[in-house]
């Protein structure tokens, strides 16, 4: 019997914690999910709160992760230090609070579930990626890998892919907020997709309010982005995972909408 995780892409702000907390247990059930892995770094529109967090693991969430805004709100450092379900990238410097990566128990035996962050484009200079996840692979043995890579190049995550081909599970990007279209299994057996997408408001631009983007992109002095409400979707997919060489099988992209 397959083992299936779900992936949720960046959930952002109110309309993206609601819709997920909504909808989650029954999309499992529809769908047989066995794992729920959501990126939660704008449940606070930049960062997220230990409240949500909690919040998030309480509506059905296995295990969070984040990404560049992991710090932006204050308490949410000692709850990375006691909660070993929230995740940090992994090649963040290594004085700072938090994990990035963990060890789960599947029920089909250990889940390896690993949070990088890229580097081109990024406002600040992490380790490098390729080379921290070898060196997780190397000391963590699992009978699944999955890999959350929040980053801005879709050159990176792609390149991501192919270094990875064969030793893990299921790869997929965050952090662009925008679906991609390039869901597969690679040559070798690794679950892949550059982008999830994001959990928010529909009528929005990457879930803020429209008219500040609008207004910043037309040259005017830059306003303070707020988060859109309204209707919202949750972007996410779905890798079935073989149970005895635990590489993918099939990767299934959703979108659920209000």
Known sequence: MPFRVLAVGDIVSKSGIDIFTRRIRSLKRLKGIDFT????ENAAGLGITAAQA???LDAGADVITLGNHTFNRADISAFL????YILRPA???PQVPGRGWGLYDSGFGKLLVVNLIGRCGMEFGPDNPFLEIDRILRSEKARFTLVDFHAEATSEKIAMSFHLDGRVSALWGT????QTADATVCPKGT???????????????????????????LGNPRQRFEAEEGPAKMECAVFELDEKTGLCSGVEPLRIED
């Open 91 to 93: 090649n963040f410097a």
């Open 175 to 178: 952090h662009t907020h925008v």
């Open 54 to 56: 909690e919040a998030l």
């Open 37 to 40: 892995v959501v990126n939660g």
């Open 81 to 84: 230090d006691g909660c070993r």
């Open 191 to 217: 679950g892949y997709i550059t982008d999830l997408g994001m959990t928010g408001a529909k009528m929005s631009v990457l879930g803020v309010k429209p008219e500040a983007s609008v207004s910043m992109f």
